[in-house]
Each structure stands twice: as structure tokens, then as C-alpha cells.
């Protein structure tokens, strides 16, 4: 899923104590950096997940009223394998995310609350390699979490927030955009890889509808495959990758 690029991944900064990771669906972020989101809750940082969806779409064979709360205590279920207790659902429709003021404001707002030095996202390009398109909801959540770390900061967007007492915010230092295609930096993941594995093996019942391969084994040679992909660019470690926005 990323496409190999020159030049050497830096490592990603280390001087803050506070993340929020902003995606669309429920297992986004156990297939992007779980591994990374074990190493710095080991570390002693505070990592909340903020999700716009819960999922409900996503498995054919089970309606979205069903689907979704399943999804929902999957998602939880997996984030504590990693150390993250914090999980907040925004509600909008899964497949039907809208980039927009709507959710521009709703993610700002989350950043208000979890006042986050770093924020994590998903690829928010259309295509995550040449050949593999990216989906509406990623792209949107994406480009949305990009706006909102300034959308933040600025009193005079979104003023109905600091009137419901939610002050402004400007301290997201970075934006880390896990899985792109043009990735800058990377965090280690050997230490934190088979708790990444176990953390997306809590989406069984999504892993199991789709693919006929034994979950354990999906998930171990998708995430050995995955952060291995560019261990050469960083020291020929296993490595989770993003692309580093400064602000």
C-alpha cells in the first residue's frame, strides 16, 4: 500500500505528550500504526482516537444497525490492546463522509477538548500507490484533520465553540499522516509489532468476512509485510511511516 520513494525516513519527534489520531472507520489506524501508537503509549504519551464513523457499512453481510455497535466495541476493544482509552465516535455516515465545514468543525472541536500536540491521520491522497485508489471517506477525514489543526487555534472560525466554553487551541505541532504514498519519517516497530497484531485481530469479525485466510495469519503477514515495506530507508528496521506536516 505505500510506494517506495529515495531518500532516508527521519525519525518522527519525540518532544510532546499528547496525540490525537483523527480517521474515518473503525480498524483504520490498526492497519496504518498501531505499532507506533504501542511504542508511544509505552513511552508514557497519551494517544485518544477520534473516528468519524463507526463502521456501519463495512460488512455486507451484517445491516449497519447491527454492524455498527459490533464495530464500535471492536474498535474500543482493540484500542486498549494498545493503550489508548479514549475513543470518540463522531456519527457521520460511513461511505458518506463529506468534506465540509460540518466536519471541519467537529474535528476542530475534538482538538479543543484533547488539546493535542501531534495529530495523527489516515493517506489523505487519492491513491495510496500507483494502481491503488483511496476511498472518499479516508481522502475527506484526511484533508479535514489537516484543516482542522489551524481551524483549532483561530477564535474567529468556528466561534459558536468557544461560546459552548470550548477555548481555542493552537499548540498541534505536527500532522503525521500514516500510510501515504510520500512518507518523511517513521517510528520503529519492533517493539510495538505484536501488540499491533493483537490489536487488529480485535476486528474479527470484520477480518473474517474479509478474507477466507485464518485471522491470525492475515493480520501477522500484513503488518510484518506492511512495516517492512521500508525498513531500508530507515536503518533496516521494521518501521511505521508518515508523512510529516509542521505547523
Known amino acids: 500500500m ?49 473516528l468519524a464513523t463507526r463502521g456501519e457499512a463495512g460488512i455486507d453481510t451484517i445491516a449497519p444497525t447491527e454492524c455498527g455497535p459490533l464495530r464500535e466495541r471492536e474498535q474500543r476493544a482493540s484500542a486498549a490492546v494498545v493503550g489508548v482509552s479514549a475513543v470518540e465516535f463522531l456519527d457521520h455516515r460511513d461511505g458518506m463522509i463529506e468534506y465540509g465545514l460540518p466536519l471541519r468543525r467537529d474535528i476542530a472541536a475534538a482538538m479543543r477538548r484533547y488539546r493535542p500536540e501531534l495529530v495523527i491521520t489516515l493517506n489523505h491522497h487519492t491513491t495510496w500507490s500507483a494502481g491503488a485508489w483511496n476511498t472518499p471517506d479516508h481522502v475527506a477525514v484526511a484533508h479535514a484533520a489537516l484543516d482542522a489543526a489551524a481551524d483549532a487555534g483561530n477564535r474567529w472560525i468556528f466561534p459558536e465553540l468557544t461560546e459552548a466554553g470550548l477555548q481555542p487551541w493552537n499548540g498541534v505541532r505536527w500532522v503525521a499522516v ?14 510495538g509489532l ?8 480485535e476486528h474479527r469479525t470484520y477480518l473474517e468476512a474479509l478474507t477466507d485466510e485464518d485471522p491470525e495469519s492475515y493480520a501477522r503477514r500484513f503488518l510484518t509485510e ?16 508518515f508523512e510529516l506536516f509542521s505547523r
Request: with cysteine; proline share 9%.
Open 178 to 191: 500514516a500510510n501515504s504514498p510520500n512518507p518523511t519519517h517513521a517510528v520503529h516497530a519492533d517493539h
Open 2 to 50: 505505500i510506494e517506495s520513494m529515495p531518500g532516508q525516513l527521519q525519525p518522527m519527534p519525540t518532544d510532546w505528550q499528547r496525540a490525537l489520531a483523527v480517521v474515518a472507520h473503525p480498524d483504520d489506524l490498526e492497519y496504518g500504526c498501531a505499532a507506533a501508537v504501542a511504542a508511544w503509549t509505552d513511552a508514557g504519551r497519551e494517544v485518544s482516537y477520534l
Open 194 to 201: 505484536e501488540r499491533a497484531v493483537l490489536s487488529l485481530l
Open 226 to 241: 506492511s512495516t517492512s515495506a521500508l525498513s531500508p530507508r530507515f536503518g533496516g528496521a521494521p518501521a511505521v511511516v
